[in-house]
């Protein structure tokens, strides 16, 4: 998304850096003098300062105007006395009158003299701006093909590619003036341009042609060879650049004497830089709009009077913003260029310029300006760069063309402007362009060597600029993983800075991330949005909840579309909030979103600054030329790598769109759907290969499947705060993942001899991925319970059927005969209605009490301890009203808090389950006309292998009340959420985020506590104090509030922009309360959360024969032991692997790893404590390494072979404190076939009761097991 641009604030500048400049500005005096004096004589033209410093009259050469210091008499200063004072007249007979500045009058003046539009234009500097422009027939003809139309859905169709185009197209004659229409469509234009070398005849015109095309909407300029020349953006505004500059060959008769005629094409796109909003620019889109052809010009530029433009623009912007005395030389000079300037004499524009020196120096015309000797060092590091939201006003389609108009545009302004440096992120976005680029000679082809110039650099090294707050630790290392091999692969380069500029906070996690995938650099300004504290430091080492740092800056200028401003420069010195540190800073300027990136008057007006800076001083000093890389670099250097810097621990929380967490709750559940398919899918598969060597990885479709995920990840798509377009295009990206995982699943399943169609000799069993044992009551559907033996399920009273499955570790275990299962039934679960509208839930553990719809009591039997706060009603559904300031999508604000809202308390509940091995009551709650809940509330029988204690050192495992929740919602900015008061009391509360816990406040004492009245959770969120407990599980949501003794699950919202009908309809999500004895750290919430999101599979196997045997033997074949906080995340295959590398459709290189098959591991310590634990497995390993996210190998591990089991271990200690290097992460190879990799993360804690992080990060440390 797009940051506001707000207005300067002039600040007080007196850093020491200056001084100085003030030295040497009292040499400059006399200069404001002969301002003075210029207009003195301004009856005529003025006088101007020649670059030799001679002062030149053309009008008063003989004799000049004395300047008033010429009679000089003593001063402070200490200059000569003048003893004539007779000298001096009495009154003053100047020929024009001679009054006090009026300095608000003055400087509203200035603006005239550029102000392009309004009633003196004629008089000004714009009626001087172009020579020649034309749109005669006999200079340019205009013809246009229509693609047709094929409507929201089907984007790519509607959007043909140049080659599709150029085949299809039947071309009509276009007129100026016609409209094209509707929104989103494209229009094709052949544009002829004839008899060029007769406009440049004329012997005004400067030898430069330009064709001027705005269609209101965006456009590209492509050769009839299908090579995209430059984007177009018309339209009013900032971001307009509608000039394409014609290269010389096409007009230079010297070059191409015969040639008369030149073809080139236009697309253009239907749509505005930020799409087709009907009313301000979040409304949703206007499906109806339609674009004028406003310019088809053939246009001489006069290029004098543009560089006065450049000129004027900076030095008026000095007189406005630079205060002091430099502030009044600019006024000064600015005025006197207005003296100077002639309606319609050419001949008085570089006379103009000539003055402008005086300010600027001389040498602003091209790239040795900043070769200039000026004081002090630069402080400020210009970077060109075009922020692109992979998908927001518009669909992932029109994204598409923005990169391949921005990034040509920038490689053609590379060429001219030798101190250009651009830089641009994602992954993704690179790989479109591939895709519709690369013929030979294409875009992309000069990409890939502007890239390898140096001039336009790859930065972030992530798949898209993502969310950090929702996807899993497992999503966010692929983030990483694609982004970084992509560049690597691509360009040969890895990404050293990690670039998120516009992200809506950053999570605890991502140093360590950062460091695993070799950055160590991070990059962001958007904590510069936060509305309620201010954040404290610019540069400064951001420590991750293990210990892990990166350098972060954030950009003091506090944008990422900087317009190369005066101002922009200021604020980089009165902004940064660490000078004393490192004064330097990132300037990073350009316009985004398709405006193509930096305008050449961006790069004039930096050349310009630059010139003011080395010329009069004051403005900090400008460097072009530089990468970002560098400037970390240097950075990293001059604060003794970092030491000399203040930290941040913790995450960057984000004050502001905290409503992102709830809204779009469809596409939320596809991600946490989709991240847990693809786990199962990549555990499943990898044993497949290794059970079955003629099984084929799917590499390639895994790849695209995580490239879906990742994508559906990008900053304004996971959060939710797009248009309905993006979610339409992510639903079916996400519907996609789902159909591709499940075929691979079923296939994995097939090699491995599962089914799921019934048949005689493979009966049912439960098949788990999480690497610890569980015990659950399973609902076998209808069509399974059918199939299967009638001894093996039970059928309760209400025609439902389950099944008591217990598995160990990861694995399959078959179904028992019922008297087996029952035997593993410690207490059934019953209901009763024990008064009219109470019903009691009891399995002898706990006890429910359900009032009216609400839990009234949760009482721990054996604990003799109430959960529920005393007359609380938990599960209570809650509606807040829900207006934002602004970002209606984006944000919820503190406000709704205390604001209106409504109790769901009016509901009807009936008894629907009545045990023994399950009970369930549904509450039906209506919301208005429209909206209503279902919720089915459950509790099961207490099962003794349920019971994590088992040889772990957890606490005993408690049962789970759950909510299964069907929802009609029908509303208008309204918030649902559900409540649940507890009897529990803890100054903090903990939320799982990737890898680990965060810990955020339950009060508000400060500011910054307050701020953080809606956060983030994952899988779950604690709220615990000594002895006792309670998780909040959920299966999709992402939001969650704690205030007190109150814990809140944020469930829908109901914004309507941009998405006018966003979350409307039907849902279906699941949440439970699970209380736990002891503290968050002894008990098995982790694992809770992991089993509550990925339910047990029933699957027929053969387990009557010995292939059962080796079935479970493989997948039981990799566990853990002896760390119970622990958790083994993932199980996928290496990317290196040769048949990996072939299955990914690649031809495998001599660097591309070995023909073992390797195998993967991602650990985690998941609550904050030293650890060891030990890494055993059954497959036949030759060689553990330690492996990075990117799966570098570090370090080659010891590993044993134990003779009498045949397992290998690796123990791993995971220390407190960060240890040097970052983050080790390793890798097993395994003999003859079998290789094992893992990655080991360790997470951490946050604070407690005030007190500093404490931090501890994996290091591998091989005991030898003997
Ligand atoms: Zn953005």
Redesign the pocket.
């Known amino acids: ?1 797009r940051e506001p641009r707000d207005s300067f604030l002039s600040l007080p500048f007196t850093r020491p850096w200056e001084k100085t400049n003030y030295g040497k500005a009292s040499r400059d005096v006399t200069g404001s003098s002969i301002v003075k004096e210029a207009h003195d004589c301004s009856g005529a033209r003025a006088g101007y300062r020649t670059a030799a410093g001679r002062l030149h009259n053309p009008n008063h050469s003989k004799s000049p105007p004395r300047p008033f210091n010429q009679s000089s008499k003593v001063n402070m200063g200490g200059e000569r006395f003048n003893p004539s004072s007779s000298a001096y007249p009495t009154h003053s007979f100047a020929p024009n009158p001679s009054f006090p500045k009026i300095h608000n009058l003055d400087i509203d003046h200035l603006r005239a003299f550029t102000a392009n539009g309004g009633q003196f234009e004629d008089c000004n500097l714009p009626a001087m701006m172009y020579d020649f422009r034309s749109d005669e027939e006999k200079y340019i003809e205009l013809e246009v093909w229509s693609a047709p139309f094929v409507g929201v859905g089907r984007e790519r169709e509607s959007r043909p590619s140049f080659d599709e185009a150029m085949k299809r197209a039947e071309w009509r004659k276009a007129r100026k003036g016609e409209r094209f229409g509707p929104s989103w469509s494209t229009h094709w234009f052949r544009i002829t341009l004839r008899n060029l070398d007769q406009i440049l005849r004329h012997p005004a015109a400067d030898q430069h042609l330009e064709l001027h095309f705005d269609c209101e909407g965006e456009g590209a300029v492509f050769t009839p060879e299908g090579l995209m020349l430059q984007g177009l953006t018309g339209g009013g505004g900032g971001d307009r650049r509608v000039e394409f500059i014609l290269p010389e060959a096409w007009w230079s008769s010297s070059s191409s004497p015969t040639s008369t005629e030149r073809i080139i094409y236009i697309e253009a796109a239907m749509n505005g830089m930020f799409g087709v909003p009907c009313g301000d620019q979040i409304s949703p889109p206007d499906p109806n709009r339609y674009f004028e052809l406003r310019t088809a010009d053939i246009v001489v530029p006069n290029m004098t009077a543009w560089r006065l433009f450049w000129d004027y623009t900076i030095i008026a912007d000095c007189a406005r913003e630079l205060g002091g005395w430099e502030g009044e030389k600019a006024l000064g000079v600015a005025t006197k260029i207005l003296g100077t300037f002639r309606r319609g004499k050419k001949e008085c524009l570089e006379e103009c310029r000539e003055v402008a020196r005086e300010f600027l120096g001389g040498g602003v015309d091209g790239a040795e300006v900043y070769r200039g000797e000026g004081k002090g060092e630069p402080l400020v590091f210009g970077i060109g760069h075009c ?1 692109i ?1 992979t998908a ?1 006003l518009w669909p992932f389609a029109e994204t598409r063309r923005k990169i391949a108009r921005s990034w040509s545009t920038q490689i053609d302004l590379i060429k001219r402007y030798p101190e250009h440096r651009f830089t641009a992120s994602s992954a993704q976005q690179y790989a479109w362009l591939k895709e519709d680029h690369s013929s030979p000679g294409g875009l992309y082809h000069h990409l890939r060597e502007t890239i390898h110039s140096g001039a336009f650099t790859p930065i972030g090294g992530t798949w898209v ?1 993502c969310d950090t707050n929702m996807p899993s630790g497992e999503s966010l290392c692929r983030q990483f993983l694609l982004g970084q091999r992509f560049f690597e692969k691509e360009f040969g380069i890895r990404c050293k800075v990690f670039w998120l500029p ?1 992200t809506f906070g950053y999570s605890s996690q991502l140093p360590q991330l950062c460091r695993l995938s070799g950055m160590k650099y991070f990059f962001t300004q958007k904590l510069s949005w936060n509305n309620i504290n201010k954040f404290v430091y610019t540069s400064f080492n951001w420590v991750g909840i293990d210990g892990s740092q990166v350098l972060c800056h954030m950009t003091p200028s506090e944008t990422y579309n900087a317009q190369a401003h005066v101002g922009d420069l200021i604020r980089s010195v009165t902004q940064h909030k660490n000078k004393g540190e490192d004064p330097s800073s990132l300037l990073v300027f350009g316009n985004g979103d398709g405006g193509g990136g930096p305008l050449a008057q961006m790069l004039e007006k930096l050349r310009r600054c630059r010139g003011v800076s080395d010329t009069v001083g004051r403005l900090p000093r400008v460097s072009m030329g530089g990468s970002v890389d560098q400037f970390y670099e240097r950075l990293e250097k001059r604060t003794e790598e970092g030491k000399t810097l203040p930290n941040w621990v913790g995450e960057l929380y984000f004050e502001l769109h905290r409503g992102t967490y709830t809204s779009q709750a469809k596409t939320k559940k596809g991600n946490r759907l989709s991240e847990f398919l693809l786990r199962d899918v990549e555990f499943f598969a990898s044993l497949a290969t290794i059970y079955d060597s003629k099984y084929e990885y799917p590499k390639k479709e895994i790849d695209e499947c995580w490239q879906m995920i990742c994508l559906c990840q990008f ?2 798509v996971l959060p939710g705060s797009a248009i309905e377009m993006v979610f339409d295009d992510a639903a079916a990206f996400h519907a996609q993942i789902w159909d591709r995982g499940q075929r691979m699943l079923a296939s994995a399943f097939k090699v491995l001899g599962m089914s799921s169609h019934p048949s005689k000799h493979t009966p049912l069993a439960g098949v788990s991925t999480v690497a610890w044992p569980r015990t659950e009551v399973v609902e076998v559907e209808e069509e399974i319970a059918t199939s299967v033996d009638k001894s093996v399920v039970f059928e309760q009273q209400s025609g439902k059927k389950y099944v008591v499955l217990s598995t160990e570790s990861t694995g399959v275990s078959k179904v028992e005969k019922k008297e087996v299962q029952q035997k593993g039934i410690t207490k059934e679960v019953t209901v009763e209605e024990v008064e009219k509208g109470i019903f009691v839930l009891n399995n002898g553990v706990l006890r429910v009490k359900v009032e009216n719809g609400h839990v009234t009591s949760l009482y721990d039997v054996e604990m003799d301890r109430e959960v529920v706060a005393k007359d609380g009603k938990a599960g209570r559904y809650v509606i807040y009203d829900d207006q934002p300031l602004y970002w209606d999508a984006w944000d919820v604000e503190v406000y709704h808090l205390t604001g209106p809202r409504t109790y769901l308390d009016e509901c009807k509940t009936t008894i629907v389950e009545e045990g023994p091995l399950r009970a369930s009551l549904l509450v039906e709650s209506k919301i208005s006309e429209h909206s209503w809940i279902k919720t089915t509330i459950s509790l099961d029988a207490v099962l003794s292998g349920a019971d994590y204690t088992h040889k772990t050192t957890f606490e005993k495992a408690l049962p789970m009340l759950s909510f299964d929740v069907e929802v009609e919602w029908q509303e208008s900015r309204s918030f649902l959420k559900v409540e649940f008061p507890t009897d529990i009391l803890c100054d903090t509360a903990s939320y799982e985020t990737q890898f680990g816990i965060n810990k955020r406040p339950t009060h508000f004492n400060t500011s910054w506590d307050a701020a953080k009245f809606e956060v983030v959770c994952h899988k779950w969120a604690d709220l615990s104090e000594h002895g006792y407990g309670l998780s909040i599980l959920n299966d999709s949501k992402y939001g969650f509030a704690t205030h007190g003794s109150t814990m809140r699950l944020s469930l829908l919202r109901s914004p309507k922009a941009p998405d006018a009908h966003a979350d409307m309809g039907r849902h279906h999500f699941r949440y439970a309360m699970l209380p736990h004895r002891g503290s968050i750290s002894q008990a098995a919430v982790v694992r809770a959360g992991y089993n509550f999101n990925n339910p047990l599979r029933l699957r027929y196997v053969p387990v009557q024969d010995e292939k059962f045997d080796s079935l479970k033997d493989l997948l039981k074949s990799i566990w853990i032991e002896g760390a119970d906080n622990v958790v083994l995340d993932t199980i996928k295959r290496a990317e290196d692997d040769t048949d990996v590398v072939v299955a990914a459709g690649h031809r495998p290189t001599s660097c591309s790893g070995t023909k073992n098959k390797s195998i993967v591991l991602r650990l985690y310590e998941a609550y904050g404590g030293k650890t060891k634990v030990k890494v055993v497995t059954t497959l036949p390993v030759v060689k553990a390494t330690e492996v990075n996210l990117l799966e570098d190998e570090i370090t080659v591990l010891d590993h044993k072979r134990a003779r009498m089991d045949h397992v290998t271990s690796v123990a791993v200690d995971f220390p407190m404190g960060a240890p040097e290097p970052p983050c080790p992460t390793f890798r097993f190879f395994a003999s003859g076939f079998v290789m094992i990799l893992i990655t080991f993360f360790c997470a951490i804690f946050g604070f407690r009761n005030g007190h500093p992080l404490r931090c501890l990060k994996a290091k591998p440390d091989i005991t030898k097991r003997e």
């Open positions: 998304m922020h939201d927001w600029e516009d900053h304004d």
